[in-house]
T-cell receptor
Framework: QKEVEQDPGPLSVPEGAIVSLNCTYS??????FMWYRQYSRKGPELLMY????GNKEDGRFTAQVDKSSKYISLFIRDSQPSDSATYLC?????????????FGPGTSLSVIP | GAVVSQHPSWVICKSGTSVKIECRSL??????MFWYRQFPKQSLMLMAT?????????EQGVEKDKFLINHASLTLSTLTVTSAHPEDSSFYIC???????????FGSGTRLTVV
């Protein structure tokens, strides 16, 4: 079983739709959970960062963490064509500069105008 | 915010030659940097953890003699792909974290093509 699993998609939605992206993981020691967005041939950029279970909202983005189920989600409201990218979930055990981050395989999203 | 600069952004080299990729933290000091490899439509695979002033820590299955990592200062780590082969063609990305900030900052990546 892989440490972090994510539906690779591709996921195609019409503009304005609500998008739901999900990851499951196997290691209960993960404490910090992140979502990154990666455009083609670019480095990932951090979208959301959460600690332990709960919800976090930032503009059109909402991140949810359910540690009991080892399940995290990213919701995108009012999706825009500019949201078309690959979304990577990521998680780590600690918050120091030397803690490794483990990535999911990424979900490719296309928002159709 | 933290900025990580990576150069070159793309490189083409002949089989058997070596290629050096630089990763710099521009406005913060990074005692640790991470090197990832990404194949098309696949996720980031951690190759190694680069530690300033000490040897890098390599992930299982990564050849340390082939992927040489040098972290000589608090703002610079280099990855050298030695005796490159076509199967080494990939997208290489570095990342670092500024203490006190959430998440990691990534470089823009280097697309290596070995012909």
């Amino acid at each position: 079983q892989k440490e972090v699993e994510q539906d690779p998609g591709p996921l195609s939605v019409p503009e304005g739709a609500i998008v739901s992206l999900n990851c499951t993981y196997s290691n209960s020691a993960f404490q910090y959970f992140m979502w990154y967005r990666q455009y083609s041939r670019k480095g990932p950029e951090l979208l959301m960062y959460t600690y332990s279970s709960g919800n976090k909202e930032d503009g059109r983005f909402t991140a949810q963490v359910d540690k009991s189920s080892k399940y995290i989600s990213l919701f995108i409201r009012d999706s825009q064509p500019s949201d078309s990218a690959t979304y990577l979930c990521a998680m780590s055990w600690g918050e120091t500069s030397y803690d490794k981050v483990i990535f999911g395989p990424g979900t490719s999203l296309s928002v159709i105008p | 915010g933290a900025v990580v600069s990576q150069h070159p952004s793309w490189v083409i080299c002949k089989s058997g030659t070596s290629v050096k990729i630089e990763c710099r933290s521009l406005d913060f000091q990074a005692t640790t940097m991470f090197w990832y490899r990404q194949f098309p439509k696949q996720s980031l695979m951690l190759m190694a953890t680069s530690n300033e002033g000490s040897k890098a820590t390599y992930e299982q299955g990564v050849e340390k003699d082939k992927f040489l990592i040098n972290h000589a200062s608090l703002t610079l780590s280099t990855l050298t792909v030695t005796s490159a082969h076509p199967e080494d063609s990939s997208f290489y990305i570095c990342s670092a974290r500024e203490e006190g900030l959430r998440g990691y900052t990534f470089g823009s990546g280097t697309r290596l093509t070995v012909v």
